[in-house]
T-cell receptor, first 115, second 112 residues
């Protein structure tokens, strides 16, 4: 079956503009994660969705960042009033559920460049 | 606080040789999971190997194996017979108390 997909693969925007990044998880996966990866760095957790539960937003760096997940499937990460420090690769991952030790399946990422 | 530390920002190994990537962690939980993920230059992260903390036996997957030392909170990855396709960033990850903690990564270079 299809893996995790993300769109767009690359996004260049001007400082102050809003951007939306999309993630399509693997069908049947109830858990969905967003991460940010700056150049040559590790993964910074942003937000986690599990089924119909309230999302874990503890990693969102500011109120300019928000995410939603519609129908327990597709997720959109929105960054408002983008800043240059928002430039990074945004990775989405999904897994089978909240059970411990589930493998995360990652998408190819969206490379965001804020000019 | 739960932490994962990868002390080697970069490692290099000759093709066909063996290399070990280190990872140490800290958690107060007795039951947790540890993972190694690989991120090749194309960016897509994939799972290399998984270890359940309550299992004594070290996990192995073909040329990849771990040395899990629970008391020392150490979880190193050994890659045998290194191949050019093993060149990537390797991330150590801990799933503990419903939190996912990531190390900063180790860049592995394979010398032909």
């Amino acid at each position: 079956g299809a893996g995790v997909s993300q769109s767009p693969s690359n996004k260049v925007t001007e400082k102050g503009k809003d951007v939306e990044l999309r993630c399509d998880p693997i069908s049947g996966h109830t858990a969905l994660y967003w991460y940010r990866q700056s150049l040559g760095q590790g993964l910074e957790f942003l937000i986690y969705f599990q089924g119909n539960s309230a999302p874990d937003k503890s990693g969102l760096p500011s109120d300019r960042f928000s995410a939603e997940r519609t129908g327990g499937s597709v997720s959109t990460l929105t960054i408002q009033r983008t800043q240059q420090e928002d430039s990074a690769v945004y990775l989405c991952a999904s897994s089978l559920g909240s059970g411990r030790g589930n493998e995360q399946f990652f998408g190819p990422g969206t490379r965001l460049t804020v000019l | 606080a739960q932490t994962v530390t990868q002390s080697q920002p970069e490692m290099s190994v000759q093709e066909a040789e063996t290399v070990t990537l280190s990872c140490t962690y800290d958690t107060s939980e007795s039951d947790y999971y540890l993972f190694w993920y690989k991120q090749p230059p194309s960016r897509q992260m994939i799972l290399v190997i998984r270890q359940e903390a309550y299992k004594q036996q070290n996990a192995t997957e073909n040329r990849f194996s771990v040395n899990f030392q629970k008391a020392a909170k150490s979880f190193s990855l050994k890659i045998s017979d290194s191949q050019l396709g093993d060149a990537a960033m390797y991330f150590c990850n801990m799933d503990s108390n419903y939190q996912l903690i990531w190390g900063a990564g180790t860049k592995l270079i394979i010398k032909p």
